[in-house]
């Protein structure tokens, strides 16, 4: 309860920085920076990278390997130069945990901020929440529930994208999900991802 109380309250005030960050810009007859692609649009983005399961491996001595190759895809839109909303699916791979293996896969809704810190580059954050869908299997005695199980949970990343162009720019992501499993459980599970990402 305590860790979810301070990723809450961090949570709330990176949320509270970026409110503050667009008004501030409201404000300005003239921005500090003008993005080099336009403001408000949609985009679309894929990208790869590495899972990271923050799990109990159960009692006993186990072959343990907690992450594994992630995939993920985005779809959104901004409302103004500084915030919009995101769908999201990510595929957290499966790792090899108590015996058995564990997998998982999210889809995400979340409020995304942009805050540009030169024409091209911009950093990113995000708050919203994950609907997962995990799947665990165990050896005899791990101590670990098998089992499907699926329900919401709190996710939030952070990142950064650099545009090459008006309609492509690269980004780099961390994102953490509150995923439901098997027992009435809900774990952590961090992703980092490289991709590409379109605007239009």
């Given at each position: ?20 960050a667009t008004g501030a810009q409201a404000q300005n007859a003239t921005p500090t920076y003008s993005s080099l692609y336009g403001a408000g649009g949609a985009y679309v ?121 008006p309609k492509w720019s690269a980004l780099l992501q961390y994102e953490s999900h509150d995923m439901q499993f098997a027992g009435d459980s809900h774990e952590r599970i ?11």
């Amino acid at each position: 309860m305590k860790y979810t109380s301070r990723i809450t309250t961090g949570l709330l005030a990176v949320a509270a920085s970026f409110t503050l960050a667009t008004g501030a810009q409201a404000q300005n007859a003239t921005p500090t920076y003008s993005s080099l692609y336009g403001a408000g649009g949609a985009y679309v983005d894929l990208n790869i990278g590495r899972s990271d399961y923050s799990l109990d491996n159960g009692i006993g001595v186990w072959n343990s390997d907690q992450g594994d190759t992630a995939y993920s895809a985005h779809i959104g839109s901004y409302f103004n130069d500084n915030m919009g909303m995101e769908i999201g699916y990510t595929d957290f791979g499966t790792a090899n945990r108590a015996g058995g293996s564990t997998r998982a896969r999210g889809l995400s809704l979340s409020l995304e901020g942009k805050f540009p810190v030169t024409p091209a580059m911009n950093l990113l954050g995000k708050i919203g929440t994950t609907y997962s869908d995990t799947d665990v299997s165990s050896g005899v005695g791990s101590g670990v529930v098998a089992g499907n199980a699926t329900g919401f949970g709190l996710s939030y990343g952070l990142g950064v994208d650099y545009a090459f162009t008006p309609k492509w720019s690269a980004l780099l992501q961390y994102e953490s999900h509150d995923m439901q499993f098997a027992g009435d459980s809900h774990e952590r599970i961090g992703v980092t991802t490289l991709g590409m990402r379109y605007h239009y």
